[in-house]
Structures are given as C-alpha cells and as structure tokens.
C-alpha cells in the first residue's frame, strides 16, 4: 500500500461528475493481416495481460480516508478483472471523421469507474470506414486517471506496449509474482492520517518559509516586454463546462515546426507551438468579437521528473507562458512567445521547479478538497473570475520512427487531456513519426464553434510558414 503524494492526490480531490480528470491516448493501426473482430479484440486483450506487469497502473486502485482526513492510497486491487476494463465497439457503416471524433469525445465525457483501478482501454473495430485509413484499420482508445499517470509516464507505457518491428502475436505464459492486497482496518488508515496531520503544519511552516524570500525577490523584479505581468481576464474559455466533450484535431508537418524553430536562436518546437495557438484564439475571437485588449495566456505543464522518481504519477510543474495574443504579426508574435516563455521558465528555476509539488506535498488534505470545491462552486460567479490563463497547452514528444503493436504498425496517435471549470479549454500537440497532431478538448459551452477554431489554427501555422519562408529567400 502506498499513498498518493499531493499532486495526484490533487487530481483525484478534483474529480467531479461534469469533469472527471483522466487523460487519454487514442492510436490507430493498420495490421499486416486482416482478422475477424472477435479474434483481434482476444488478441488485444491477451497482448495486454501479457503486459500487465510493466506498470503498477493497470490493477491497484484508490483507497480514500474517511472525511478527506488524509491523501489516499494504492492498494492492489485483489478483485481485478481485466474484462472490466477492455470494452469493444463497432463504427457505424457511413461514418466521417468529425463524427468519429464526436465518438472518442463521447467516450472521454464519460468517468472512470473509481473503485476499480483507474483506465481503460477501448477497442474500435471499423476505422477502414473512414477514407484515410487502410483496410482492416482499428483503434485503441486508452484513458487512465491523471492521480495515476501524467503524460511523460503515460507515453512511457505507451512505448512498453508497442515494438520498433512488426511481430505476429503468440499466446506466451508470464509468470506473474503479483498478488492483490486486503484493504487495511478504519482504524489503521485513521491513526495514520492522525500522525500524518500532526506532521504537516510543520511541513508546511518549513516550505513557505524557503518559499517565501525567492517570491519577495521576484515580485521585486521590474516587468519587461520580455518578462510581461500577469494578464488577469475574463475570456470564453474561462466558464464553468458541462458533461458534454468536443474533440477538434489539427495535422502540421513536423519538419516545417522544427524548421522554423531554427530561425530563432533559444526557440524550441514549444514556442512554435505556443506561437501557433497564440494566433489561433487571436483570429478565433476577433471573429467572434470577443478578443480582450490584454494578451491571453496558457498553462503549460513541465516535466521536472528526476531519475529517481516512481515512474508512476505526477512530477510536473506548471509555467504560465504568454500567447502574445495583441501582436498580428506570427514572426513577431514569435519570437515575444518565446522570451515570455524563457522568463517564465526562468522564474520557475529561480523558485524551484518542484516547488509546486512540494506544497502540494504537505498540504492537509481535507483543506485540499474543501480548496477544489469552493473553486468549482465560483464557477457559478455571474460573469465568471477573471483568470491568469485561458487554456492548458501540453507538449508531449512522441517516437520519430514508426511502432507496432505486435504486427499492427500504429499509422495515427494523439493525445487527449482535461478540462474543468473556470480552464474549458485543453491542446495536446503530440509528435509521431514525422506529423504533429494537435487536439484540442473543449466543451461546447467554452468552444462555440470549434471547427472555425480548427480552421484558425490551419491558417495560423500557414501564416506562420509562410513568413518564415519569407525570412529565408531574403537573407
């Protein structure tokens, strides 16, 4: 049994019924052999109990205190049962690819089962419907709970699953030393938060105390146009969501993103990427007539995970990177991004990149809970709150050469993230073999019209190519 640090136990705290809070994968592959459904989902399920062991994910599940009284735990799920988590669906004869989008964001509107270990893996037979994909085509949807994973260890299972070179696929016996646990007595997990809460307030004294000299430093520091302050607004994106999930995908040429990076020096593909959206919600709103004067910002999450570190959970900090959504120029509005981002980036190294996880850490849990809730209730605020950022923007590096899963080659991958009140709007640029695909998560009630929205973002990195090209046959 172990128990959860305080950043996952930040994203379980936060599950809520209109916002459940797992983050998802979704891959397509194209098989060397065509095979009946029922013979490809027995081969999916066996290749995955035969994988079950590369992570403690897939079977130990939550254990909650009584009254938020202390952070849960793992336990090992002593009722396991794969066939509650592998699930089989069929497309419709005539299906287009926004409907087959409209299908995952139906699947990923839908919360995980809490009592049982938190993912799930979704089968999709039938995407040779859809023109783009070859014959036999299927897909696997898998979505895990973000208490268990962040996308740097989810891209790590990701890779455990999958080879460099096809393999048909043979039943092989694993010997499995595993074994489940028997939940502990109330009373021991009660005396356990007891001794746990006599301990934190002291914690929590010794972090503020390293913490608050480094904030009085920099609060001290005179905003520039490369290190601009806090822009506080109140955008569409900035609402309380409903149940209902919209999933929009854009396609760029990861070769042009890594090309323009090279015009800049101290640019790297999150910039680009930052830039790209930045022009997006620029274009999205003023055809909306709702762009505000001050300039939009994202949440961007940091991988700060050391070589020591489980490779389960969360070890992630957050940036606000500026999306310089008040300049038109892309060039412009580039390379302001980027000094944005590396102030930010700066910021965080001068207070301490795990800064965030260790507050989290030591934070009483039931003041963590109450915290959450009272957010999500102000979301119901006429108007809204005004927010230091509109969006999450998540950069997660996928392999540059092609993978299979067991003879399947994997010909499509995107990632899916989460949204909640008050931030309804999630992009996840994910780079595979040579393309980057952007999703964007939204809710219909952050995202009016998101197929203008794609439609920004195509236009957005055109303008952006373009005026790089432009740079180059001039110098």
Not at 41 to 53: D, F, K, Y
Not at 171 to 196: H, L
Not at 300 to 307: L, T
Request: glycine content about 4%; aromatic content about 8%; proline content about 7%.
């Amino acid at each position: 049994m172990q128990q959860l640090n305080g950043l996952d136990a930040l994203f379980a705290h936060n599950e809520r019924q209109h916002a459940p809070m797992h983050i998802a994968a979704l891959m397509v592959y194209t098989p060397q052999t065509t095979k009946h459904k029922k013979f490809r989902l027995q081969e999916i399920r066996s290749s995955i109990q035969q994988r079950l062991s590369v992570s403690p994910v897939f079977r130990r599940r939550l254990l909650t205190v009584p009254y938020n009284l202390d952070q849960p735990y793992w336990l090992e799920d002593e009722d396991f049962q794969l066939d509650n988590h592998i699930h089989s669906h069929d497309l419709p004869r005539k299906t287009s690819e926004s409907e087959f989008h409209s299908f995952i964001a139906q699947l990923h509107a839908e919360p995980i089962a809490m009592q049982r270990p938190l993912w799930e893996a979704h089968v999709i037979h039938g995407l040779d419907k859809l023109p783009h994909y070859a014959k036999g085509s299927f897909g696997i949807y898998m979505k895990v709970h973000h208490a268990a994973l962040d996308g740097v260890s989810g891209t790590d299972i990701l890779a455990a699953l999958h080879g460099v070179e096809p393999q048909a696929f043979k039943p092989v016996a694993v010997t499995d030393p595993w074994q489940g646990e028997a939940p502990p007595s109330k009373w021991a997990v009660t005396r356990n938060a007891y001794f746990n809460n006599l301990r934190k307030p002291q914690q929590l004294f010794t972090q503020a105390r390293q913490l608050i000299p480094k904030l009085r430093r920099e609060l001290q520091e005179v905003p520039t146009d490369h290190a601009p302050p806090l822009s506080w607004q109140k955008s569409p994106f900035n609402a309380r969501i409903d149940g209902q999930r919209q999933v929009m995908v854009a396609r760029f040429d990861f070769t042009r993103l890594r090309a323009i990076r090279r015009l800049f020096p101290r640019t790297t593909v999150n910039h680009v990427i930052l830039c790209v959206v930045g022009g997006a919600l620029r274009s999205y709103l003023i055809k909306l007539d709702q762009l505000p004067t001050n300039s939009l910002a994202s949440l961007v999450p940091v991988n700060v995970r050391s070589k020591d570190h489980d490779s389960c959970g969360n070890a992630i900090s957050m940036l606000i990177g500026n999306l310089r959504t008040d300049i038109e120029d892309p060039l412009q509005r580039l390379v302001a991004v980027r000094d944005a981002a590396n102030a930010a980036k700066k910021l965080s190294d001068n207070i301490g990149r795990s800064t965030l996880s260790n507050i989290f850490r030591v934070l009483p849990s039931s003041l963590e809970a109450a915290a959450l809730r009272t957010l999500s209730a102000l979301a119901y605020w006429p108007g809204g709150l005004a927010m230091p950022a509109c969006t999450f923007v998540s950069n997660v590096p996928g392999p540059p050469v092609p993978l299979y899963f067991n003879d399947a080659k994997l010909v499509d991958m995107l990632g899916l993230g989460l949204i909640m009140d008050h931030v309804g709007l999630f992009h996840v640029a994910m780079s595979y073999n040579g393309v980057l695909s952007l999703s964007v998560l939204s809710s219909p009630k952050t995202l009016r019209e998101p197929e203008l929205y794609r439609h920004c973002l195509l236009e957005s990195f055109a303008a952006l190519d373009q005026a790089a090209q432009c740079q180059v046959a001039q110098a």
